[in-house]
């Protein structure tokens, strides 16, 4: 069984989806470790709460991005983690975890990628007025969302006119699409 690490920043609501996916045996690994780029987050709480090892830091108090991700790494060795999953993590990852995590490190992103990077994808999906936007999980590479594609899910927002609508369809995908995603990523390494 390969450990995974979650890096999780928000809500967590992909983290529970990813938890509740493990103890239903649909994915065989387990969480040994959550990261979080906030001293307080609810992701942090309900790891915590699941006695799951947490890393929370603050960039701040580190003299580099450098600095941190090294910090970052020797969480990940500590706790035999093998596969990186990114799930509302705030920072870009740099090339000391890259280096070391290679093709091992995935990410979800709430629009169909190569549309709508970067910050509050959601948002701009409106503003470009489409019809259809979507999910993407994808291979994390230097760049903002440019990694590899792995699995994409549509979603049709012709019918939905609140930010908050499509929010929350975009999460049902999410929690189904992330964890089945996941094993796969799984079964491939091994
Ligand atoms: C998700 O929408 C994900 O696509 C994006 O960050 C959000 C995290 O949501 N990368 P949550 O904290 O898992 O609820």
Redesign the pocket.
């Known amino acids: 069984m390969k450990n995974i690490a979650v890096f999780?920043s928000?809500?967590?609501?992909?983290?529970l989806a990813i938890h509740q996916a493990i103890l239903n045996n649909e994915i065989n690994t387990k969480i040994t470790l959550l990261v979080s780029d906030r001293s307080k987050s609810k992701?942090l709480e309900n790891a915590k709460k699941m006695g799951i090892n947490c890393f929370a830091f603050r960039a701040k108090a580190f003299e580099s991005k450098e600095a941190y991700e090294l910090q970052i790494l020797k969480e990940l060795r500590k706790n035999n983690v093998e596969l990186i999953v990114?799930?509302?993590y705030m920072r870009i990852i740099g090339k000391t975890i890259l280096e070391k995590y290679p093709k091992r490190i995935i990410?979800?992103?709430?629009s169909l990628l190569p549309s709508f990077k970067g910050i509050d994808a959601v948002g701009q999906a409106m503003e470009a007025q489409v019809s259809v936007t979507g999910?993407t999980v994808h291979y994390v590479d230097e760049g903002m969302d440019t990694g590899e594609i792995i699995a994409q899910e549509e979603l049709d927002i012709s019918n939905l006119h609140k930010r908050e609508e499509i929010e929350i369809e975009?999460?049902k995908i999410?929690h189904k699409l992330y964890p089945a995603t996941i094993k796969r990523v799984l079964e491939d390494l091994s």
């Open positions: 999780a928000g809500t967590g609501s992909n983290f992701a990114l799930a509302g990410n979800i992103h709430p999910v975009i999460h999410e």
